[in-house]
């Protein structure tokens, strides 16, 4: 019965990130079902196993942050502006209190019964690769034999219904790539670098590419035995490709600069964080200490951008976007669950990434996660690698227990 958990968690892994949006449920609504069902399956399982005394919950620090967390995520969401959407969720993301409350029972069963890491990698890395086929058969189809097909502005969507979301998702199995390496399966790691590069280029996703960079200038230089050469060497290095290339340049021009031309205004609509964050961050002062609830941003954005006194051209055309996330989790947290959930969620990352040092796999991938989330917004399959993560480093301090 462990074994078959064990299953159940593989192959929700591999299948999750490769559902595609149907005539009734779109990409995200139709993961969060999946997820909802497979893991209902296998906690009833392992339930049972509890009940029969053939599986023990040990109480580390850890389970009782995540648990502080969810709870938290209740009070915020009972107490919300909308309390059905917080706890339910609401369009397009799904990600209300009872996604939270299985992310939380996802990773107590992970942390129980263990899982191979070997036999992870190869699943996380074979979903990536499939995202990766579909997104590149995209692109061809787009780019070369100029088909109409499913897309955001100009770019593909994979699997994900946003270029972004899968994005995210190859980075994060790029740990898992280098655990194949270092398992001899040479092949594997070479094809996986190949297309999960193409994979991620074809995103056009430049958070993405420029933390590719990052990964690769020090996976260069990791054999160096002083942490501090390294540290400092990889930052000098990434710093002069970047000059190099013209990155630098065009993405402070496009960020922080472009946007605050009037005709730059005219022509675009102002969906950047220069003039999202500000107003995100005068709502979380109006309710700090709780927050609004989960999937309550779009109602606070509206709210507070009404009564803006600043009427920049920027104004008329925040107006009229949808704002559900701000594209930084923290940001996220503050306008969910207040000040008292972030910290819990900072104490809870603190905890993990000390355990999970010595374990260069779990600690990597947590690194990459946390980046990726103060920039970019989440899918389902986002929350669950972090809580994946939190499990198998939650099950590091049980094995030494027993």
Same mark, same amino acid.
């Given at each position: @019965? =462990? *074994?078959?958990?064990?299953?159940? =968690?593989?192959?929700?892994?591999?299948?999750?990130?490769?559902?595609?949006?149907?005539?009734?449920?779109?990409?995200?609504?139709?993961?969060?079902?999946?997820?909802?069902?497979?893991?209902?399956?296998?906690?009833?399982?392992? @339930?049972?196993?509890?009940?029969?005394?053939?599986?023990?919950? #040990?109480?580390?620090?850890?389970?009782?942050?995540?648990?502080?967390?969810?709870?938290?995520?209740? !009070?915020?969401?009972?107490?919300?502006?909308?309390?059905?959407?917080?706890?339910?969720?609401?369009?397009?993301?799904?990600?209300?209190?009872?996604?939270?409350? #299985?992310?939380?029972?996802?990773?107590?069963?992970?942390?129980?019964?263990?899982?191979?890491?070997?036999?992870?990698?190869?699943?996380?890395?074979?979903?990536?690769? %499939?995202?990766?086929?579909?997104?590149?058969?995209?692109?061809?189809?787009?780019?070369?034999?100029?088909?109409?097909?499913?897309?955001?502005?100009?770019?593909?969507?994979?699997?994900?219904?946003?270029?972004?979301?899968?994005?995210?998702?190859?980075?994060?199995?790029?740990?898992?790539?280098?655990?194949?390496?270092?398992?001899?399966?040479?092949?594997?790691?070479?094809?996986?670098?190949?297309?999960?590069?193409?994979?991620?280029?074809?995103?056009? *996703?430049?958070?993405?590419?420029?933390?590719?960079?990052?990964?690769?200038?020090?996976? =260069?230089?990791?054999?160096?035995?002083?942490?501090?050469?390294?540290?400092?060497?990889?930052?000098?290095?990434?710093?002069?490709?970047?000059?190099?290339?013209?990155?630098?340049?065009?993405?402070?021009?496009?960020?922080?600069?472009?946007?605050?031309?009037?005709?730059?205004?005219?022509?675009?609509?102002?969906?950047?964080? =220069?003039? $999202?964050?500000? $107003?995100? !961050?005068?709502?979380?002062?109006?309710?700090?200490?709780?927050? #609004?609830?989960?999937?309550?941003?779009?109602?606070?954005?509206?709210? #507070?951008?009404?009564?803006?006194?600043?009427?920049?051209?920027?104004?008329?055309?925040?107006?009229?976007?949808? !704002?559900?996330?701000?594209?930084?989790? @923290?940001?996220?947290?503050?306008?969910?669950?207040?000040?008292?959930? %972030?910290?819990?969620?900072?104490?809870?990352?603190?905890?993990?990434?000390?355990?999970?040092?010595?374990?260069?796999?779990?600690?990597?991938?947590?690194?990459?996660?946390?980046?990726?989330?103060?920039?970019?917004?989440?899918?389902?399959?986002?929350?669950?690698?972090?809580?994946?993560?939190?499990?198998?480093?939650?099950?590091?301090?049980?094995?030494?227990?027993?």
């Amino acid at each position: @019965m =462990i *074994s078959l958990i064990r299953v159940l =968690i593989l192959l929700e892994l591999i299948l999750l990130p490769l559902l595609p949006a149907t005539s009734q449920f779109g990409y995200e609504h139709i993961k969060i079902l999946f997820f909802i069902f497979s893991t209902s399956l296998m906690v009833f399982i392992w @339930m049972v196993l509890l009940l029969q005394g053939r599986l023990k919950v #040990y109480w580390t620090i850890i389970k009782l942050l995540s648990f502080l967390f969810v709870t938290i995520l209740l !009070v915020s969401s009972i107490i919300a502006l909308d309390p059905l959407a917080s706890i339910t969720g609401r369009d397009p993301y799904y990600q209300g209190w009872v996604v939270y409350g #299985y992310l939380f029972l996802l990773s107590l069963v992970i942390s129980t019964v263990g899982v191979d890491l070997k036999q992870l990698s190869l699943v996380f890395v074979s979903s990536s690769l %499939l995202v990766s086929v579909v997104a590149l058969r995209q692109w061809i189809e787009l780019s070369v034999f100029h088909l109409q097909i499913p897309n955001y502005a100009g770019r593909v969507v994979s699997t994900f219904g946003q270029p972004n979301f899968y994005a995210g998702f190859l980075l994060f199995s790029l740990p898992f790539l280098y655990k194949l390496y270092q398992d001899s399966k040479k092949w594997w790691f070479l094809v996986g670098i190949l297309v999960t590069g193409l994979g991620i280029l074809s995103s056009q *996703s430049r958070i993405a590419i420029i933390m590719v960079v990052i990964l690769a200038i020090f996976s =260069i230089l990791r054999p160096l035995k002083n942490k501090l050469i390294v540290l400092f060497g990889g930052t000098i290095l990434f710093i002069i490709l970047l000059v190099m290339a013209g990155w630098y340049e065009k993405v402070y021009q496009q960020e922080f600069i472009e946007p605050n031309s009037q005709q730059w205004l005219i022509d675009n609509a102002p969906e950047k964080r =220069i003039f $999202i964050w500000p $107003i995100v !961050v005068e709502g979380i002062g109006k309710s700090w200490l709780f927050g #609004y609830g989960l999937e309550n941003l779009n109602p606070v954005f509206d709210k #507070y951008l009404k009564f803006h006194g600043d009427r920049t051209p920027a104004y008329y055309g925040i107006k009229n976007l949808v !704002v559900d996330r701000s594209h930084n989790y @923290m940001l996220d947290l503050l306008v969910f669950t207040g000040v008292i959930g %972030l910290i819990i969620w900072l104490l809870l990352v603190f905890r993990v990434l000390f355990v999970a040092k010595s374990n260069p796999l779990l600690f990597s991938g947590l690194v990459i996660y946390l980046v990726w989330v103060q920039l970019q917004n989440q899918s389902v399959a986002h929350l669950i690698y972090f809580w994946l993560l939190v499990g198998l480093t939650d099950g590091k301090v049980v094995d030494k227990r027993e």
